[in-house]
């Protein structure tokens, strides 16, 4: 067993452990009040068998990623993403692990020039925050509030996902695809709120510039080689002048600074420049997915992801935004993870930790 595969074990099992609120009948529920030896045993096995076998499984055509998750009756399973109804080849079953398989559709970064456009009548926001009259691709007064419109110069639209800080300096964080355009921009490019599509220009509105970006690594040899990513990331050097702490009025508010790390059934929410404030329920963890990105397939792992609650989580612009748990008291609006990507129901997020380790920085938020 390698380093790794026992470190997302040992993970898994604390999750479990540490879950602060009942989730319902199933493992991870009883394993607040048992010994975890069978708790660890099935865990274990389906890692190992999502490990071992998901290579296979993406060579399937019409296979799009997987990841750990819970089956109805409380079970830990392999989740087996399909972009239609179509894909035949997956096993019921992996060395005992029971399979569950989720048609998502393909997944895509959420650029609007990149993902499919989304007709009005088969998107629900029904969950989006009623009445309100924050236009969200507009240009706001500076300090602009995080959750809205913004992008490098050549970049259509994403959405600033939280200010961040490494003590001295701070920054505007958000994917790699909002401020660097996949790999194409120039540390020093200005950065823009709003976004080139919502009528940003520079250098009128700019509100930083490209100060660090992890680059994507793109599959080769027509998909049979894909490099492994973790994080889709940027931050943009700002000032507390151009860039706040929080979101519009109808949104969250002002994250938390201490993080937490993504649990099955863990109830979040975000704010996004295209769907304003959605929340969800982590239904996949230790995923790996492959991404298209116009430019190429990315292939992610280690990702979260996410269900929307009554519909959509997150569309084509939301790419960016900070999701943070959904709770009360000090549980609520704690930093999770980093959206980028997914398809019509399903979100993909990277875990926050990942991402504020590359660059040296916390969320600049509440204590």
Known sequence: MSAHH????????????????P????WLYDSMRAPMTIEQASIAAAITAMETHTDNLLSIPGVVGTAIGMSMDGQPVVKVYLADRMVVGVPAALDGVATDTEVTGAFYSLDPRVAPARSPEMTIWGNVKAGSDVNRRSHFPRPVPIGVSSGQQDVTAGTIGARVTNGTEIFALSNNHVFANSNRASIGDPVLQPGSLDGGNAPDDAIG??????????????????PNNRIDAAIAGVTEKSVGRATPSDGYGTPRIESVTANLMTKVQKYGRTTGLTTGTVSGVFATVNVDYRVGIARFVDQIIITGTSGEFSGPGDSGSLVVTKGSGSADRRPLGLLFGGSRLTTIVSPIDL?????????????
């Open 209 to 226: 510039h490209l100060v660090d970006f992890e680059e994507i690594k793109f599959c080769t040899l027509g998909g049979m080689s894909c």
């Open 23 to 26: 989730v319902g009948p199933g």
């Open 6 to 21: 026992r470190s997302r074990i040992a993970l898994l099992i604390a999750l479990a452990a540490d879950l602060a609120l």
């Open 355 to 367: 991402v504020l380790d590359r660059f040296g920085v916390t969320i600049d938020g509440e204590g």
